[in-house]
C-alpha cells in the first residue's frame, strides 16, 4: 500500500495532497507549479492526464522535471517547463485553473518583492481558478522571532524568510478578490519554524 501511494503520489506535500483528496481541483485542467524544483508536487497530475507546466529558477531543477514529465506523461510537451522566476511568469493572463506555490513566497527579499511575485501568480490564475500556497508565517511563534526588516526574520531554527501572519493573507485575499475556500492553517514545528497553508479561489467575472 506505501508504495502505490508513494507511486500515485510522489513526494506531495501532504495540505495538497489534502485537497486532492477532497476533490478540489477536479474541474481543473491546466495546471501551474510555480517553483516546481524537481516536480514532488506534480506525480498525481502526470498520472492523470492534466495539462502539467512548471517554472523554476534552477536550471538543473527544470530538467528534473522534464524527466518526470517523460517518464510519468509522456504527451505533457516538454515545452511546458522553462526556468524563470516567479515574478516573471512567461505565461499569458488568465491562462491556469490551478496555480501551485509551495515553500516559494518566504524567499522574497522584501515587501515588493513578494507583492510582485504574488501577482504574477493571480495573473496567470482563470477567474474560478484555484491558488494554493504554503509559506512560511510568524503565526504562534510571534515572540520567538526577530526582525530583520523588510519583512523578513531570523527563525529560530536559524534560517531566514520572508514571513506572513494572518492579517496580511485576509488582506491579500480581499484586494485580489479572491476568496478563502479552506480556513488559513497553519503547522507549528516545535517553535522552531511555522509553515502556512493559503487556499484562495479567484473571483468569476
Not at 498520472?47 to 504527451?75: F, H, M, T
Request: glycine share 8%; aromatic share 12%; net charge neutral.
Amino acid at each position: 500500500m506505501q508504495n502505490s501511494l508513494q507511486q500515485l503520489y510522489g513526494n506531495i506535500d501532504i495540505y495538497l495532497f489534502d485537497q486532492l483528496l477532497k476533490g478540489t481541483y477536479d474541474s481543473c485542467s491546466k495546471v501551474l507549479d510555480a517553483g516546481c524544483g524537481g516536480g514532488r508536487n506534480l506525480v498525481y497530475f502526470f498520472r492523470n492526464g492534466y495539462d502539467v507546466y512548471g517554472i523554476d529558477p534552477n536550471a538543473n531543477a527544470v530538467e528534473s522535471v522534464k524527466e518526470l514529465s517523460k517518464s510519468l506523461s509522456p504527451a505533457n510537451p516538454l515545452s511546458n517547463f522553462k526556468v524563470a522566476a516567479a515574478e516573471g511568469l512567461p505565461y499569458g493572463d488568465e491562462y491556469f485553473d490551478l496555480v501551485i506555490s509551495s515553500a516559494v513566497l518566504h524567499f522574497a527579499r522584501n515587501e515588493g518583492h513578494f507583492d510582485t511575485m504574488l501577482h504574477s501568480m493571480w495573473r496567470v490564475l482563470k477567474p474560478g481558478g484555484y491558488f494554493f500556497a504554503r509559506l512560511a508565517s510568524d503565526i504562534g511563534i510571534e515572540t520567538l522571532v526577530q526582525s530583520l526588516g523588510n519583512g523578513r526574520y531570523l527563525l529560530p531554527d536559524g534560517s531566514e524568510r520572508f514571513l506572513v501572519n494572518e492579517q496580511l493573507l485576509l488582506r491579500y485575499t480581499d484586494n485580489l478578490s479572491g476568496h478563502l475556500h479552506e480556513p488559513i492553517k497553519t503547522t507549528n514545528v516545535q517553535n522552531l519554524r511555522c509553515m502556512t497553508t493559503w487556499c484562495l479561489r479567484k473571483a468569476l467575472k
